[in-house]
């Protein structure tokens, strides 16, 4: 529940009512009350609108996972997975981009403008292997680039994963990370 819920909002949500309540205990004389709404609803407040500049939005799942796919996951989902999976779906702070840093490192964001963005996950089952797939807007960086870093990106993100990328149209590529059976 709380991945869900912006800390900037919460932030100025608090903030903001400590603040409106020292003004109301200042009109009314009350000066404890005062005090308080002054020196902790100011703070929140500031720190809320800060947090809210600096707000990253959760990346949307563009299918909803099936109960098949969700046990599937519990069963084969490797840590980076999950680690992915969680953070590029909760409020992030500070970031400029789900992301940025791992495409920087890849070699796939030549610079902030033409960094590819990620607009969608989904999870599926790709031969029978659990997948998160990562969809991305790639106007300025081509699938052939995407393709020569493709074992650079397995190595990245492994081990136990197998990526295939794929350009479902234009300017969107999709990078599916598999999780592979080590026996």
């Known amino acids: 529940m709380f991945r869900k819920i912006p800390l900037g909002l919460l932030g100025l949500v608090v903030g903001l009512s400590l603040t409106l309540m020292g003004v109301v205990a200042y009109a009314l004389g009350k000066p404890t009350l005062n005090l308080i ?13 800060a947090l809210k500049a600096a707000e990253l939005k959760p990346t949307p799942f563009s299918v909803p996972t099936s109960p098949e796919i969700l046990s599937l996951r ?3 989902a490797t840590p980076t997975q999950n680690q992915i999976r969680n953070d590029v779906t909760r409020y992030r702070y500070g970031q400029e981009a789900h992301l940025d840093d791992s ?4 070699g796939l964001s030549p610079n902030d ?7 969608g996950i989904r999870e599926t089952a790709i031969e029978g292997q659990y997948a998160l797939i990562l969809e991305f807007d790639s106007p300025f960086v081509p699938l052939e680039t995407w393709q020569q870093q493709r ?3 397995e190595k990245f993100f492994g081990p136990g994963i197998r990526v295939t990328v794929e350009q479902v149209e234009e300017s969107e590529i999709e990078a599916a990370l598999i999780a592979v059976n080590e026996e």
């Open 37 to 49: 709404g002054f020196f902790y609803g100011v703070p929140l407040l500031l720190g809320g609108l």
């Open 74 to 76: 519990e069963q084969q």
């Open 103 to 106: 495409l920087e490192r890849l």
């Open 113 to 119: 403008e033409e960094r590819p963005i990620l607009k």
């Open 151 to 153: 074992e650079k990106i």
